[in-house]
T-cell receptor
Framework: NAGVTQTPKFQVLKTGQSMTLQCAQD?????MYWYRQDPGMGLRLIYY???????DKGEVPNGYNVSRLNKREFSLRLESAAPSQTSVYFC???????????????FGEGSRLTVL | QKEVEQNSGPLSVPEGAIASLNCTYS??????FFWYRQYSGKSPELIMF????GDKEDGRFTAQLNKASQYVSLLIRDSQPSDSATYLC????????????FGSGTRLLVRP
């Protein structure tokens, strides 16, 4: 099983350029998430999608847009990249907690983005 | 005040010792609590989950939850060098079934 797949794994951008990070999961999970991780900051929630057709802001949504394309795919777009957006981005998916389910997040391998 | 607080460490313990990692949170309505382990350059992986007050044990790991005091801790018994990693505490906020917020993580170093 592939689990959660993110592309690209590495990207270098110039300030002002735009790009989209792609994420797909094959676990039939309802909810999907984008986090960013900076040194000493842990994981910070950018946006999440509780289910297909819905998206909500997290802790640090400014400068980002998201699209829940279908149940499998959740993309993150940087319209005008800034050096402050240099980070490692993680996509994750989960099912709500229930009988036999913890409601844990399953993470992709991460996408390392550098904005010059 | 951060919603989820952890000491960044590093916490250094000798091999075979008990490592104690702590996490405090501000949202009294928080319902579920997770401990993730993250090796350098890798993605986080779940090691413990707890939602009821008290202790939950799984092998060498014990999670402890005290909702009245708003803290959750992770004990690692018989620490091994392979346990050296960053440990992230995450909570599911009470106002949402979907919002999971992480602390900044504690780096654990187990000395051989």
């Amino acid at each position: 099983n592939a689990g959660v797949t993110q592309t690209p794994k590495f990207q270098v951008l110039k300030t002002g350029q735009s790009m989209t990070l792609q994420c797909a999961q094959d676990m039939n999970h309802n909810s999907m998430y984008w986090y960013r991780q900076d040194p000493g900051m842990g994981l910070r929630l950018i946006y999440y999608s509780a289910s297909e057709g819905t998206t909500d802001k997290g802790e640090v949504p400014n400068g980002y847009n998201v699209s829940r394309l279908n149940k499998r795919e959740f993309s993150l777009r940087l319209e005008s990249a800034a050096p402050s957006q240099t980070s490692v981005y993680f996509c994750a998916s989960r099912l709500l907690a229930g009988v036999g389910r913890t409601g844990e997040l399953f993470f992709g391998e991460g996408s390392r983005l550098t904005v010059l | 005040q951060k919603e989820v607080e952890q000491n960044s460490g590093p916490l250094s313990v000798p091999e075979g010792a008990i490592a104690s990692l702590n996490c405090t949170y501000s949202d009294r309505g928080s319902q579920s609590f997770f401990w993730y382990r993250q090796y350098s350059g890798k993605s986080p992986e779940l090691i413990m989950f707890i939602y009821s007050n008290g202790d939950k044990e799984d092998g060498r790991f014990t999670a402890q939850l005290n909702k009245a005091s708003q803290y959750v801790s992770l004990l690692i018994r018989d620490s091994q060098p392979s346990d050296s990693a960053t440990y992230l505490c995450a909570i599911k906020k009470g106002d949402s079934s979907y919002k999971l917020i992480f602390g900044s993580g504690t780096r654990l170093l187990v000395r051989p």
